[in-house]
Structure formats: structure tokens, C-alpha cells
């Protein structure tokens, strides 16, 4: 694949937590980066990208909608390599499961790779999807279990447990994998897992709240355990998944399986005087961690940063944003 300086790469979604730390990352490597928003003119959205190193030579932004027919023609037409992040997070309870989460994940998908289809300069398209994609088919997580890429979400599992979220990525990424193989379309699937780190944005998204919360008064931690990893390796995943020839398939992302009482006990060991829950939301047993295969990401040459690691650079960045003050 071509790489740096010159290559003109799309981005879909460029608003985002983590399309914003790609688009930096791109931009310091020289790329031509046609960002896509829903609202150009947005500058609370907006401002962050263009005072990034490069943006004023090397950084456009297209007006895009995930559920407007041939909204991405245009800005993908001309484009080397495609990186679609662009699917919403939902931050709390979700009315209309369909409107809101499933309909822009799985059409857009399809929208995107409609274009891509449609662009003969188009070499590779990099899909954000999920570890959500992965984790939820009935078969059970306990310590010794280790979870790979062969592992794929089932959709009805999911709707039993209203897991609406999981619902659209794997749907998204299910169709993506139909269209691109009929397509002809040399496609990637980055899966990465919770993302925490540093944040460009002006405003919160879904994942970064979770420690926010955390570190800003709440009486309980949830009784969930989760995958965790940095946006920064995420978005250097997107570009190695991009850059290197062989690169292939599906690449889960994660760190580490860690339960919210160990978040809780990082987040005290680093910073012994603030007040953290120290309470479970319930009393049942602790959800199980499970552990998860990092053979395909080394692979790309990715080296995790360190959960501790991870979680000082996302209050200190909370700070340094004023998002809390201690
Ligand atoms: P984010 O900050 O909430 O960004 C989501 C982006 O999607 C925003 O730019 C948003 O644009 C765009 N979007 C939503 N609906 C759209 C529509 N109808 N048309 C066009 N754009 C639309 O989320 P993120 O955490 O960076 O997530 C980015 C990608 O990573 C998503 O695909 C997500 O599923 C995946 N992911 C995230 C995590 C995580 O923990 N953060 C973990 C695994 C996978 P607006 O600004 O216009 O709303």
C-alpha cells in the first residue's frame, strides 16, 4: 500500500474520538486527509482539526451524511485509502434502537462502500468496527477462554440482552464483509475494545465519560468487565491495517480484560486523594474478565500501552480540559 506524503485518504466521521486522533496521526505522516462531518460550519465540532499540524495545507472537510444515498461519492472519489469510523456511540438509553444506532451503522456502511465501489483509485478501506462485533454469541467469558478474531457477535443473542449497540456493529460489519467480497474491495476490520486515552474533541464522547464519571462523584462502579485500550494504538492499528501490504481480515484490539474494581484500584493507586466509588453497583458476583488473543495485532507491529498508562493520560487530559479540577 502507499503511504505518507502525497496519498489522499478519507476519513468518515472526522468529529469522532477516535477519527480525530487517526486524522492527527495521518496528517504528521504527510497524508491528505479529506475529513468527513455532518456539519462543516460547526466550529465547537470542527476547531480542534483544523489547528492540527498540517491541517491548513493537507486537511479538507466534506459535508457527509451516513444516511444519505451517495452522500460519500465525491470526497471518496480520488481517495487511495478509505477509513470509515462514522456510527453513532450511544451515551445513555437508546429510544428507537433502529433510527438511531442500526439504520446509520449498517446503511452507512453499505453508503461508504458503495462509493468506494464506484472509485477505481480506491486500494483499501479500513472499517471501524467493534469488539462488540466479536465478544456476544452465548459462548461463555471466563478467565481461561481467550477470544479471537474467528469469534463473531450473533444478532439475536444480542437483541435478548438488548445489546442494541452490538446489534448495529455486527450487522455493519457482517454486510460490510458481503458487499466488500462481492465488491472486489480490499477491506480490513480494526476491532478495537472500550477506548480510553487522550481526546481532541470539545466534547465528550461515550467511552472517555466512563472514567469521567467515574473520577467525578459517582457513589457505585458498575458491576461490568470490559476490554480496554488506547485510542492512540487504535488509530496507529487504522493506519498499519492501511499501510502493510499483507494485512488482512479482522484485528481485535485489547490491552487488557480488566473489571471496574480494578479501574477503581488503578485510578486510587494513581491518585490516592481523590474520592472514587468503592461500592459495586450490585452484590452479585463480579462479571467475569476473559482474555483476548493479541496475536493478529502484533502482527501489525502494535505494542500496547499499559492500562495504568492509558487511564493517567485520560484524567490528566480530563484535567488539562477542565472536564474536573483536583
Ligand atoms: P464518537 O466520538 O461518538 O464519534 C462518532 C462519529 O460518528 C462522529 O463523528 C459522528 O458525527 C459520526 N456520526 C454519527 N452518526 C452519523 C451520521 N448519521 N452521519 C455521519 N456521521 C455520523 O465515537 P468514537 O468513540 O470515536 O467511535 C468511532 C468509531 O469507533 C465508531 O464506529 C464506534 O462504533 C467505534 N468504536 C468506538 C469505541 C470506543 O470505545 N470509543 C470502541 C470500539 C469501537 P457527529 O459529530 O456529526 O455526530
Known amino acids: 500500500m ?13 468529529t469522532g474520538y477516535i477519527a480525530s486522533c487517526l486524522i492527527n496521526f495521518l496528517l504528521l505522516r504527510r497524508y491528505t486527509v479529506r475529513a468527513t462531518v455532518r456539519d462543516p460550519n ?15 495545507e493537507r486537511l479538507q472537510l466534506y459535508k ?15 481517495c487511495h ?3 470509515h469510523t462514522a456510527s453513532p456511540v450511544p451515551a445513555s438509553n437508546v429510544q428507537d434502537p433502529q433510527a438511531e444506532l442500526i439504520d446509520p ?23 471501524t468496527s467493534s469488539m462488540c462485533a ?13 477470544v479471537d478474531e474467528t469469534w463473531f457477535s450473533d444478532t439475536e443473542f444480542c437483541r435478548e440482552l438488548k445489546y442494541f449497540y452490538s446489534i448495529s456493529k455486527t450487522l455493519a460489519e457482517d454486510a460490510a464483509w458481503k458487499f466488500a467480497k462481492e465488491n472486489d474491495i480490499d477491506m480490513v476490520s480494526i476491532n478495537p475494545t472500550m477506548v480510553e486515552g487522550p481526546f481532541l474533541q470539545s466534547e465528550l464522547n461515550t467511552s472517555v465519560y466512563r472514567i469521567l464519571s467515574l473520577v467525578n462523584g459517582a457513589q457505585t462502579f458498575p458491576n461490568a468487565s470490559s476490554g480496554w485500550v488506547n485510542v492512540k494504538d487504535v488509530a496507529e492499528a487504522h493506519i ?3 499501510e502493510i501490504p499483507s494485512a488482512s481480515g479482522r484485528y481485535c484490539l485489547v490491552e487488557r480484560v480488566a473489571h471496574y474494581a480494578e479501574i477503581v484500584k488503578i485510578l ?7 474520592q472514587l466509588p468503592d461500592k459495586c453497583a450490585d452484590d452479585k458476583p463480579y462479571m467475569p474478565i476473559y482474555q483476548v488473543s493479541k496475536e493478529k495485532a502484533k502482527s501489525l507491529g502494535i505494542e500496547f500501552t499499559p492500562l495504568e498508562v492509558t487511564l493517567k493520560e485520560t484524567v490528566e487530559c480530563l484535567k488539562e480540559k477542565n472536564f474536573i479540577s483536583f
Open 2 to 14: 502507499s503511504s505518507g506524503a502525497g496519498t489522499v485518504v478519507c476519513v468518515t466521521g472526522a
Open 81 to 83: 485509502g478509505v477509513f
Open 64 to 78: 457527509a451524511d451516513l444516511l444519505l444515498e451517495g452522500s460519500f461519492d465525491s470526497v471518496i472519489h480520488g
Open 134 to 146: 466479536v465478544l456476544y454469541n452465548g459462548r461463555p467469558h471466563s478467565p481461561e477462554v481467550v
Open 268 to 274: 486510587r493507586d494513581l491518585y490516592p486523594t481523590i
Open 105 to 127: 451503522a449498517l446503511k452507512g456502511t453499505l453508503n461508504v462502500l458503495k462509493s468506494c465501489a464506484k472509485s477505481p483509485s480506491v486500494k483499501r478501506v479500513v472499517l
Open 42 to 56: 460547526n466550529l465547537k465540532k470542527v476547531q480542534h482539526l483544523l489547528k492540527l499540524d498540517g491541517a491548513n
Open 240 to 242: 498499519k491495517a492501511y
